[in-house]
C-alpha cells in the first residue's frame, strides 16, 4: 500500500500545481472587448504600426471585434493600422490595454485605420506599398484572442525597432484558459492556411526574405507546416531565412522529429527557452509528463550534442526577471531581449557575434547559446554570453 501512496503522490502534486496555474492564468483575464473599433486619426506624438493580419478565425458581427475564436473554412486578410503611445507614457515590452471602447489613443493602443476585408490583389499592393522587400511573420499562442494578438504583434515590432513589414497570422484561439485542447487542434486545423500563406509569400516578387517569429502553441503549428511543406517540396522555401520559436510549447522527441525533416539547406533556427516558464510547466501536466522545448536546459547532456549538430542556436531567458507572473512571454516583455530578435535575428546578423552588446546588462543573462562556431558560443569568443552583456 505504502508503494502505491509513493506512485500517486507525483501525480497529485503535478494536478495541484495545473490547478494553481489555472487560476492564475485566469487572474489575468477581464480585459475590455470590442476595442478594434477605428478611432480616427493618430494623435501627435504617437507611432503607428502598419500591418497586415490573415486569419482563420470566423468573422465577428461585432465591428469592433472583427474576428471570434471560432474556425471559419476560408483565410480573411485585414489591413490594420495601430497606433502606440510614446514611450515616456509606458515601458518597452508593455501593452497599454484600452480600459474601455473606444479606446483613447492618446494613453491606449488603438486602431486608427486600415481595411477589413483585403482580397489577395490588395494584399500585394499593399506590401508593395508598406513592405521594403523584408517580411515578418507572427504566429501566437494559446489563449490569445484576435484582438491580444494584434496589440501584442504591434508592440513588438514597434520596440524592436526592426523594419520587416509585419504579417500576423492568427489562427482560431478561444482566449479562454479551459480551452487548451481546442487550441491545440486549431493550430493543427489551421496548417494548410499557414502553408498556404507562406507559399504565397515566398512567391510574390516584392517579398526578397522571410523571418517567422512565433509563441508558445504557435511554435508547434510552425514546426509542423514548414514539415509539411518539406515532406512535399524536399526543403522549406529558400526565402525563409529565420525560424524564431519563443517559449515552444512542443514536445521534445517530436521537435526532434520535425527538425530532422526540414531539409537542407534550411532556414536558421532559433529559441527562446525559460526553466520557470509556469505556463509550460501546466503545457507539460496535460502532455503526460513530456518535457516541452521552451524549458529545456540546453547545456545538458540529452540537448548540447543535438543543438549543436543541427546548428540551434538557444537563448536561454530563465535570468531574465519580467512583470509577467508566468514568465511566458520574455520575448517581447523584455527591452533587451526585444532589440535582440529585432537587431540581430531579423536583421540577418549572427546572433553569435561577439560584439553584439545591448546597454549595460551583464553578462549571464543569456547563456547556452548553440551555433555554427560549435560549442557554447561565449566560451569561443572570449567574452561569455555578451549577446545581452557588456
Aim: glycine share 10%; net charge negative; hydrophobic share 40%.
Amino acid at each position: 500500500m505504502a508503494s502505491d501512496v509513493t506512485r500517486i503522490h507525483p501525480t497529485l502534486r503535478r494536478g495541484a500545481a495545473a490547478l494553481m496555474l489555472v487560476a492564475v492564468l485566469a487572474g489575468c483575464s477581464g480585459r475590455s472587448e470590442g476595442v478594434l473599433g477605428f478611432v480616427g486619426p493618430k494623435p501627435e506624438g504617437a507611432a503607428t504600426v502598419d500591418m497586415l493580419v490573415v486569419t482563420t478565425r470566423a468573422s465577428d458581427p461585432d465591428p469592433t471585434k472583427l474576428y471570434s475564436g471560432e474556425r471559419d473554412s476560408a483565410m480573411h486578410q485585414t489591413e490594420l493600422v495601430i497606433s502606440i503611445p510614446p514611450v515616456p507614457t509606458r515601458k518597452v515590452g508593455e501593452v497599454i490595454w484600452p480600459s474601455s471602447s473606444p479606446p483613447d489613443p492618446t494613453r491606449e493602443f488603438a486602431v486608427v485605420g486600415g481595411d477589413r476585408d483585403v482580397d489577395v490583389a490588395e494584399a500585394k499592393a499593399w506590401f508593395h506599398r508598406v513592405g521594403n522587400g523584408r517580411a515578418l511573420i507572427f504566429v501566437h499562442g494559446y489563449n490569445t484572442r484576435y484582438d491580444d494578438a494584434v496589440f501584442r504583434f504591434a508592440q513588438f515590432v514597434h520596440d524592436s525597432g526592426t523594419d520587416f513589414t509585419p504579417i500576423l497570422f492568427t489562427w482560431p484561439s478561444r482566449g479562454e484558459v479551459t480551452q487548451y485542447v481546442y487550441d491545440r487542434e486549431s493550430t493543427n486545423y489551421s496548417r494548410d492556411a499557414f502553408e498556404a500563406l507562406l507559399r504565397a509569400a515566398a512567391a510574390a516578387p516584392d517579398v526578397k526574405e522571410i523571418s517567422i517569429l512565433a509563441h508558445s502553441m504557435g511554435t508547434w503549428l510552425t514546426m509542423e507546416t514548414l514539415r509539411q511543406i518539406a515532406i512535399k517540396d524536399g526543403r522549406v522555401p529558400a526565402k525563409i531565412h529565420d525560424v524564431i520559436l519563443a517559449s515552444p510549447d512542443i514536445d521534445g522527441d517530436v521537435f526532434r522529429r520535425q527538425v530532422a525533416r526540414l531539409g537542407q539547406p534550411r532556414p536558421r533556427l532559433s529559441l527562446f527557452v525559460s526553466r520557470d516558464d509556469k505556463a509550460l510547466d501546466f503545457s507539460k501536466v496535460i502532455a503526460g509528463d513530456v518535457e516541452r522545448v521552451g524549458a529545456i536546459d540546453p547545456k545538458s547532456d540529452q540537448w548540447k550534442s543535438m543543438l549543436e549538430k543541427e546548428n540551434i542556436h538557444v537563448f536561454d531567458l530563465t535570468d531574465v526577471k519580467t512583470a509577467d507572473r508566468l514568465a511566458h512571454g520574455k520575448f517581447a516583455d523584455d527591452g533587451d531581449v526585444v532589440r535582440l530578435i529585432g537587431g540581430r535575428l531579423v536583421a540577418g546578423q549572427p546572433v553569435s557575434d561577439p560584439r553584439v552588446g545591448l546597454g549595460d546588462r551583464v553578462g549571464g543573462v543569456v547563456s547556452g547559446t548553440f551555433g555554427a562556431v560549435g560549442g557554447v558560443a561565449g566560451s569561443v569568443v572570449g567574452a561569455p554570453f555578451s549577446v545581452i552583456g557588456q
